[in-house]
């Protein structure tokens, strides 16, 4: 069975699942599947994170915009429920918490020259800070660094193939990101300056 949540907006694009058993994930997607399926994801400064069941052979991607949460904001968009989310709809379909191990990837820096911390450090850092407090296993990384990623993950074998992006998609992944945040900025209320990237 594949799941595939995005409850972060109304108006938000879904992830997609096609005939040849492709499942794209969007920005504040997370799907899980006990079938054999590809998953993948653009990210910049954005964090997915890949779960897989070993024994069950199931596995689940999310795409997180940002880390951690806003007051009671149960947003797929926000990191700490992006987690708990794909955690909950892996183990729903018969998943074993105990089980599982973890492969994260993104959290760049994609606009050059900047040396502040950034979201995408900002992501990187919740994500690792996360998953050592739940004591799931991170196997493999990719993150921070100055390049877009495409990601793929088989959720049958928990294999991950990722991909820099050259220069000619980076405006899209930008632009996805950057559209992102500015249609839910009233829904999360938040204060303060946000640095995209």
Request: hydrophobic residues 40%.
């Given at each position: 069975?594949?799941?595939i949540r995005n409850i972060s907006n109304k108006s938000a694009q879904p992830a997609v699942h096609d005939k040849n058993n492709h499942v794209r994930v969007y920005?504040?997607?997370?799907?899980?599947?006990?079938?054999?399926?590809?998953?993948?994801?653009?990210?910049?400064?954005?964090?997915?994170?890949?779960?897989?069941?070993?024994?069950?052979?199931?596995?689940?991607?999310?795409?997180i915009l940002l880390p951690g949460t806003h007051l009671n904001d149960r947003s797929t968009r926000f990191g700490v429920y992006a987690m708990e989310l794909l955690i909950n709809e892996l183990m729903k379909q018969g998943g074993d918490r105990h089980k599982f191990v973890a492969k994260a990837f993104g959290g760049a820096n994609v606009m050059k020259g900047l040396t502040m911390a950034t979201v995408g450090d900002d992501n990187a850092e919740f994500v690792l800070e996360f998953l050592a407090a739940e004591r799931i296993p991170l196997v493999a990384q990719r993150l921070g660094g100055d390049q877009?990623?495409?990601?793929?993950?088989?959720?049958?074998?928990?294999?991950?193939?990722?991909?820099?992006?050259?220069?000619?998609?980076?405006?899209?992944?930008?632009?996805?990101e950057a559209s992102y945040w500015r249609s839910h900025l009233d829904d999360a209320k938040l204060s303060g300056a946000i640095t995209l990237f």
């Amino acid at each position: 069975m594949i799941r595939i949540r995005n409850i972060s907006n109304k108006s938000a694009q879904p992830a997609v699942h096609d005939k040849n058993n492709h499942v794209r994930v969007y920005t504040g997607d997370v799907a899980t599947s006990t079938r054999p399926v590809v998953m993948h994801t653009l990210l910049g400064s954005c964090v997915a994170v890949c779960l897989y069941d070993p024994i069950f052979s199931a596995g689940g991607m999310n795409h997180i915009l940002l880390p951690g949460t806003h007051l009671n904001d149960r947003s797929t968009r926000f990191g700490v429920y992006a987690m708990e989310l794909l955690i909950n709809e892996l183990m729903k379909q018969g998943g074993d918490r105990h089980k599982f191990v973890a492969k994260a990837f993104g959290g760049a820096n994609v606009m050059k020259g900047l040396t502040m911390a950034t979201v995408g450090d900002d992501n990187a850092e919740f994500v690792l800070e996360f998953l050592a407090a739940e004591r799931i296993p991170l196997v493999a990384q990719r993150l921070g660094g100055d390049q877009a990623v495409h990601v793929y993950f088989r959720t049958d074998s928990g294999k991950a193939i990722v991909h820099s992006v050259d220069g000619s998609r980076l405006p899209r992944i930008v632009h996805a990101e950057a559209s992102y945040w500015r249609s839910h900025l009233d829904d999360a209320k938040l204060s303060g300056a946000i640095t995209l990237f």
